[in-house]
């Protein structure tokens, strides 16, 4: 009895000693990575002794322990110790300072343990219709896609997740988007940009959404975020300020035969982009062609005498044809204006020629009728002196005066009336 109660002992001291040697060890060891970069669990095999293994957790990490390679349980921070004597024991770290738990086990431990998966981690879980955007701290840390599951461990950071219907929501906020495009995180945003289609509508534009080639509506001025998960998302861009559309060097026969060639310009306003888009498959294309067959309308109907004396009939009659029908499809045309009528070389020369004769007979004409004049009015003034002699002696007078201007000395004898009657007879 002696004996083996002094073996005993000897045993019992042997163990306590051992234990606290394993202690001492497990204490003193402070020189492990730290893993809050890292977001798998690391693998360790513990301090190995002869009957068994010690295990240290620190305290901002918690450890899934294997047996024999199966999964036990999980490990809160400390030390602990297991006999290694039948079995092998080995745990897997994480850094519950990192957001995202991944492990290769995360589905199995949440369908069989899912008690110690609750205590642990938070679960967020999307259906086949919807993405999650999860915020830790309010930092956005994850989007996370259709149809996944991720765990979050618990005891550090809050949680908050926005879920977003796919088939429903399209909209993202603002601020929210800004945030996610401009990230510095390149995972994160490299799944932004795959998720969220962003577009700046300038101003003095309209910007029309089209959600899987349909319209879906207009957007003003701004910035426009949408997601774009399951769906093609695009936004087009009109400018609905006064535009100016140039139509030149059109060639056009007149009625007469003539060919000219017009520059026209035409000013042009969206009033209704929607409709304009709804009706036409190209609205610039479709009003400049318009432009074409109302010009061509303008002057095929008209001689070219008829274009040049009024080159406003052509903007009357262009405007005329274009908003009739350019009104209902929400297109405001303001103003249509002729250029240049550029006539062919030759008709440029006869058309000097007919202006040149139309000028000279218009002048000979203005000759002929003041000389008909001017021998008008010395009829009327000979039938005047004849019946009256004073007219006629002050007509003799003004006669007198004209020679007289143009002699420097004269004489004079018998008296003025003998110079007058010498005149008369010198006349005869």
Known sequence: MTNGASHNSRVQAWVRQRNEQALALARGSGSRPDSATNTKPKINQGERKMFFTTFIVRKHERALLFRDGDFVK??????????????????????????????????????HYAEDVARYFDVVTTSADEIAVVYHDERVTLIMAQATRHLFPKGVRSIRVERYAVREDLDVDARLAKRLLAGTDPTLKAIADKAIYARVVPDGHIGLLYVDGELARSLAPGFHAFFAVERTVAVSLFDTRVQTLEVSGQEILTKDKVAVRINL????????????????????????????????????????????????????????????????IGITVKSVGVKDIILPGDMKMLLGQVVEAEKAAQANVIRRREETNATRSLLNTAKVMETNAVALRLKELETLEKITDKIGNISVYGGLDGVLNDLVRMNK
Request: no cysteine; net charge negative; hydrophobic share 40%.
């Open 74 to 111: 999980f490990l809160e921070p400390g030390v602990h110790r297991f006999v290694t004597v039948l079995h092998t024991y080995t745990v897997e770290r994480f850094d519950i300072t990192v957001p995202r738990f991944a492990h290769r086990l995360q589905d199995f431990l949440v369908e």
């Open 265 to 328: 310009t035409a000013t042009y306003q969206y009033a209704d982009v929607e409709a304009a888009v709804r009706e036409t498959k190209d609205p610039l294309d479709h009003l400049y062609k318009e432009v074409q067959f109302g010009l061509r309308g303008a002057v095929g109907t008209r001689t070219l005498d008829a274009l040049l004396e009024d080159k406003t009939v052509i903007d009357t009659s262009v405007a005329a044809h274009l908003k009739e029908h350019f009104e209902a």
